[in-house]
């Protein structure tokens, strides 16, 4: 159950799904589960099930692969940390900054599953009158035709606590109430689509969701961390219906 990784307050009012939902339940039309009687019925559960294509990257050389990512800021200066390290990706931007790194290859769907399995969320450094290390971001953005404008994040702060945001030309929206949070020591964040619905996912466990309206199909993938946050990747995986 969500339980198992999800802590929510008693007033937690987003709606929540107690189910615990794999990539095709997602993206496929309905979510109920079929039961099978006989070979046959399971044969065409199976024959009915969409085709899938991934795509994954993982961190497990000595340099980020320029074939996948490329350096992006979209707010503030540039520059930061970027190194792949003990097969992590190891990112920290500057001061102010919206500053990681963007696929290069941009993926087309309406139904589509991304995942980004976070190996370590750190504190950001103290900006001038900080009297403490306030908590650091680590965010996975999908960036509907690349632009942050239209984008939507599923965002780990280093206190535990998770923050959902979509933007629509450029107006930012908080979709939770700030009492969503989670212990978790290997949490993978998800970001699913099913047309207009929007699921925010942690290790494939729907926490909240919310609707979307007028984003093209075709999006970008962006890690970064707000401002001089420490944020740490494993990998990234994002899974299209075949078309």
């Keep these: 159950m969500m339980q198992n990784h999800l802590k929510v307050e008693r007033e937690f009012k987003v709606p929540v799904l107690l189910l615990v939902v794999t990539l095709l339940v997602v993206i496929t039309a309905t979510s109920r589960s079929v039961a099978s009687q006989g070979n046959q019925n399971q044969a065409a559960t199976q024959t009915a099930q969409p085709a899938v294509e991934e795509w994954t990257a993982d961190f497990d050389g000595n340099q980020l692969d320029e074939s996948k990512w490329e350096p992006y800021t979209f707010e503030g200066g540039g520059g930061g940390k970027v190194e792949v390290k003990d097969k992590q990706l190891r990112m920290r931007g500057?001061?102010?900054?919206?500053?990681?790194?963007?696929?290069?290859?941009?993926?087309?769907?309406?139904r589509f599953y991304v995942e980004a399995a976070l190996a370590k969320v750190g504190p950001r450094i103290p900006e001038p009158g900080e009297g403490a290390f306030p908590p650091g971001f680590a965010i996975v953005a999908v960036l509907f035709d690349g632009n942050p404008a239209n984008r939507i994040e599923w965002l780990l702060r280093s206190d535990g606590i998770f923050e959902a945001?979509?933007?629509v030309d450029g107006r930012m929206i908080r979709v939770d109430n700030g009492k969503l949070a989670t212990k978790e020591k290997s949490p993978k964040l998800g970001i699913a689509r099913r047309g207009d619905k929007i699921f925010f996912?942690?290790?494939?466990?729907?926490?909240?969701?919310?609707?979307?309206?007028g984003v093209s199909p075709n999006f970008k993938i962006m890690l970064y961390g707000f401002g001089t946050s420490e944020n740490n990747w494993d990998s990234v995986t994002v899974q299209t219906l075949k078309q």
């Design 94 to 110: 500057s001061g102010g900054s919206r500053s990681g790194i963007r696929s290069k290859q941009s993926f087309h769907g309406e």
């Design 165 to 167: 945001w979509q933007s």
């Design 201 to 213: 996912m942690l290790n494939r466990e729907v926490g909240l969701q919310s609707t979307i309206r």
